[in-house]
């Protein structure tokens, strides 16, 4: 299982304390792309100090999976989606596809800290430090299209069968993580998660399909993106003119 301390480990080596501007409350209400049950409002609020140790105690176990801490984030954090109040059905964040779940994420880190982050950071070229703000909407644009995000992948095997893939939740990825001990065993219950068939065991289905088969239908999983494209930031270092890039990956921008 992957460690929440180790994701942040290289951005923490360049990036000093994060200082949160101050700036006129955001807007709490977000759109999602699929949303659950065609409700596609959001509201979400800040987080607070007791969010914060409810998940430092989570991540201190050292076996929590990246599926499962934002599960518990957003499970705290997500007030309402349309008419379904969280607090009485927090489940309903696992049935989110993994890109509206990002949405809500960069939402939570809006409210907390407003639009702009701005970041102490070391410049590799000439070793001095400076500010590098970090815009939440236009530095993490939003991919893809609500007609994709709701739409059925489909995907032709080599024996000429059609297969209907629906995108990957919440769930699926805390499932897959729990379960599977190697990539070979992720592929395998993803496919068998995801795929729209009728089958008796649908984990041995996909055990039984060719190798090229799997490799196409997660590679068609893999190909739709939606929500919020996270990557690499970059600012030119004021003392020495050179571009500083840094990677931020989303614990990184909840916590520096």
Same mark, same amino acid.
């Given at each position: 299982m992957t460690n929440l301390a180790d994701s942040a480990s290289t951005i923490n080596a360049v990036i000093q304390d994060p200082i949160p501007q101050i700036e006129e409350a955001p807007? =709490?209400?977000?759109? +999602?792309?699929?949303?659950?049950?065609?409700?596609?409002?959001?509201?979400?609020?800040?987080?607070?100090?007791?969010?914060?140790?409810?998940?430092?105690? =989570?991540?201190?176990?050292?076996?929590?999976?990246? %599926?499962?801490? #934002?599960?518990? =984030? =957003?499970?705290?954090?997500?007030?309402?989606?349309?008419?379904?109040e969280v607090g009485s059905k927090p489940d309903i964040v696992d049935e989110l596809i993994i890109g509206d779940r990002d949405i809500l994420f960069i939402a939570v880190v809006k409210a907390t800290y407003g639009k702009k982050r701005r970041y102490t950071v070391t410049c590799p070229f000439c070793n001095k430090d400076n500010d590098l703000y !970090?815009?939440?909407?236009?530095?993490? %644009? #939003?991919?893809?299209?609500?007609?994709?995000?709701?739409?059925?992948?489909? !995907?032709? +095997?080599?024996?000429?069968?059609?297969?209907?893939?629906?995108? %990957?939740?919440?769930?699926?990825?805390?499932? !897959?993580?729990?379960?599977?001990?190697?990539?070979?065993?992720?592929?395998t219950l993803m496919i068998s998660r995801c795929a729209q068939i009728s089958e008796p065991n649908k984990e041995q289905w996909a055990r039984n399909l060719t190798v090229g088969d799997r490799s196409t239908l997660i590679n068609a999983l893999l190909s739709v993106k939606i929500g919020p494209k996270s990557g690499e930031v970059n600012d030119p270092c004021p003392s020495c003119g050179e571009q500083i890039v840094i990677g931020l990956d989303w614990v990184s921008l909840l916590f520096g």
């Open positions: 807007d =709490l209400a977000v759109t +999602l792309m699929r949303g659950f049950n065609g409700e596609k409002t959001a509201i979400v609020r800040e987080m607070t100090g007791a969010d914060e140790e409810y998940l430092a105690s =989570l991540e201190s176990r050292g076996t929590m999976s990246y %599926p499962d801490y #934002i599960s518990a =984030l =957003l499970k705290r954090t997500v007030e309402s989606i349309g008419k379904y !970090v815009d939440m909407d236009d530095d993490f %644009p #939003i991919q893809g299209t609500a007609e994709e995000a709701e739409s059925a992948i489909t !995907v032709t +095997l080599k024996n000429g069968k059609e297969v209907s893939l629906r995108l %990957p939740t919440g769930g699926d990825a805390k499932y !897959v993580n729990k379960k599977a001990k190697t990539i070979a065993e992720q592929n």
